[in-house]
């Protein structure tokens, strides 16, 4: 499907502000074989105090180099000695870094804008929608990630979906895709914070974990040299998890396929029913 024209078209690409904002994240460099001054650290990728997550920590410079390896550590309970567990969950960075897949594509096929893509990270299917003419925004709390999008052709703003956003109640399509189902830890808030954001007989596409899993977790991100962001709150939730949870906050299923191994749903926020406008509050007609 293809965007319409409609009210908000016209004003995505005006929904954009500075990515700038808050402290930004060091940009990395390549090494040289020059002898470090004291004030130049020797190594970039040593540990150091951890960032704030997806924000300045190595999920932004992974977006810079547009590579890996990042991913996902599962934190244990209070109760562990050291507080981490053996799990980690790789982040695809590359395939979200490069052009849009077939699985990727089958989701746009099902657009209607405009469109709101919650979490865009790089920006790939939002540049994507944006050269086929369909009206599209990216939002994201990191910095990288808007820069990227934006250099790519697309709209965003640093936001995040908790927050105030442009056109709400208005959206034709939000997109919640790569994991994004996990954003907050809760996705009971989060499918009913999309309600509000979505225009009713709006759709929702989103994409469920490969597995039949249904856990709140809490992670940090990391890079493999030692960089890890802070602790925060995540969840994973597979097929059955997420048709529950869109049930529950009132989407109605209208589709779902796999694609390339990765599952999806595409849900839709039903319009209002007709009230006859002739009836008492009680339900009654008002002349007999």
Not at 103 to 109: F, K, Q
Not at 211 to 219: G, I, K, M, P, S
Not at 264 to 285: C, I, Q, S, W, Y
């Amino acid at each position: 499907m293809s965007g319409t024209a409609t009210g908000l078209d016209t004003a995505v690409t005006e929904w954009t502000e500075p990515a700038t904002t808050g402290p930004q994240p060091q940009t990395l460099t390549a090494r040289t074989s020059r002898t470090p001054t004291p004030t130049q650290p020797t190594d970039l990728f040593a540990p150091r105090e951890p960032g704030e997550p997806w924000t300045d920590d190595p999920y932004a410079h992974a977006l810079r180099a547009g590579r890996g390896p990042l991913f996902l550590r599962r934190l244990s309970p209070p109760d562990h000695p050291d507080g981490l567990s053996e799990e980690v969950l790789p982040l695809d960075v590359e395939r979200w870094c490069a052009p849009p897949d077939a699985a990727d594509t089958s989701v746009l096929s099902r657009c209607t804008g405009p469109v709101l893509d919650v979490g865009c990270g790089p920006g790939r299917l939002v540049a994507a929608l944006a050269a086929r003419g369909v009206p599209a925004l990216g939002a994201d709390v990191s910095p990288a990630a808007v820069t990227r999008t934006r250099r790519h052709g697309g709209a965003a703003v640093r936001r995040s979906v908790f927050d105030r956003l442009p056109g709400e109640g208005g959206w034709g399509t939000a997109l919640l895709i790569d994991g994004n189902v996990g954003i907050g830890g809760d996705p009971l808030a989060l499918l009913t914070r999309l309600r509000e954001l979505v225009a009713p007989g709006g759709c929702l596409l989103a994409e469920a974990a490969p597995h039949d899993v249904d856990e709140r977790l809490t992670v940090r991100v990391e890079d493999g040299q030692g960089r890890h962001g802070r602790p925060f709150p995540w969840a994973r939730i597979g097929t059955t998890a997420l048709l529950y949870a869109a049930d529950a906050t009132g989407w109605v299923l209208t589709g779902r396929w796999t694609a390339h191994g990765r599952p999806f749903l595409e849900l839709h926020r039903p319009k209002p029913t007709h009230v006859d406008a002739h009836r008492t509050p009680a339900g009654k007609p008002a002349h007999p």
